[in-house]
């Protein structure tokens, strides 16, 4: 999560926000704890292992570290378990979410720009970055946004993007609608009434701990390849996304862990662990892995 190499393959000359170094000493107490275990960690993959997995994906998620394992089946049932876990609402998430958005920086990276010459406009569009937009985002439902609200919309690319993706958004959707890169997201979320964004994107959660209206701009087929899916598919379909956030994340099943909100992380972490290891060995031999050099022979 922190190595310099790793950081610069991904994000380039793109900084991460200093607030993230919190939860350096999270991953340092993971990488100890998960030594016991017949499983290893890898971060920010995707992909879909078999239930007994040989992989726990972790990464940043709303400046918590995220947990889960390598298989979609699993992922979806650990927050599941962690809703229906029904423990004591002892933090409040919600209301820390909603205070980092107003009051703090909840950027994942540095030198966003306040752009207070961009008018509020009540709807906005949360891109992804270059490499995911035309795979991973549905053109229909951006031209169905673009037409539906006019110019009373934004489309916000990531600050990844590449000047020719920009340029292509431009000639779609028109100059007039799309704010600059490195333009501060979280100024013209607090402005807007609906969301559109995916279930790539952690905007999600900031969206719904502020009221607005939240919309999926996903391939439907694609979605469920998304990091955050397993969290964000709740928050487009709960009646009630902030009751859930709150009840979930207090589990230590969810593989949510905040040390600024929760300061016996450590004990959530050791309990995940534990957790989880026991789901996958309700697994153990019910499927089996093709070994790597069978697969290499296909």
């Avoid at 035309?134 to 539906?148: A, D, G, P, W």
């Avoid at 958004?169 to 979280?186: T, V």
């Avoid at 662990?273 to 290499?296: F, G, T």
Wanted: net charge neutral; glycine share 2%.
């Amino acid at each position: 999560m922190f190595n310099e190499k790793s950081m610069k393959e991904r994000i380039g000359s793109m900084e991460k926000n200093v607030s993230l170094l919190a939860l350096q000493e999270v991953e340092d107490y993971f990488f100890k704890k998960i030594k016991r275990y017949d499983f290893d960690p890898s971060y920010d993959v995707i992909a879909n292992e078999i239930p007994y997995f040989r992989t726990v994906c972790y990464t940043e998620y709303a400046h918590c570290f995220m947990i889960h394992p390598l298989n979609q089946e699993l992922r979806l049932k650990q927050v599941m378990d962690a809703y229906n876990d029904n423990v004591e609402v002892e933090y409040d998430y919600v209301a820390h979410f909603k205070d980092f958005v107003l009051n703090k920086n909840p950027n994942k990276y540095l030198n966003m720009v306040n752009d207070k010459e961009y008018p509020k406009r009540s709807n906005l569009v949360v891109l992804v970055g270059s490499n995911k937009l035309k795979e991973r985002l549905c053109l229909n439902k951006l031209r169905y946004i673009s037409n539906k609200c006019g110019n009373d919309v934004w489309f916000k690319p990531h600050p990844i993007t590449t000047h020719s993706i920009i340029g292509e958004i431009m000639d779609l959707f028109g100059e007039e609608k799309i704010l600059p890169r490195n333009s501060n997201l979280y100024s013209f979320l607090v402005d807007a009434d609906v969301v559109y964004t995916t279930h790539m994107s952690e905007s999600v959660l900031y969206s719904v701990c502020l009221d607005k209206q939240v919309e999926p701009t996903d391939v439907y087929h694609k979605a469920e390849q998304a990091s955050f899916y397993h969290i964000n598919k709740w928050l487009f379909t709960e009646k009630n996304p902030k009751e859930w956030v709150n009840r979930t994340f207090n589990s230590y099943k969810s593989g949510i862990i905040n040390p600024v909100v929760d300061p016996n992380w450590k004990t959530k972490i050791d309990n995940y662990l534990e957790y989880i290891d026991e789901v996958r060995e309700s697994y153990k031999n019910k499927y089996i892995e093709i070994p790597k050099k069978q697969e290499d022979k296909k």
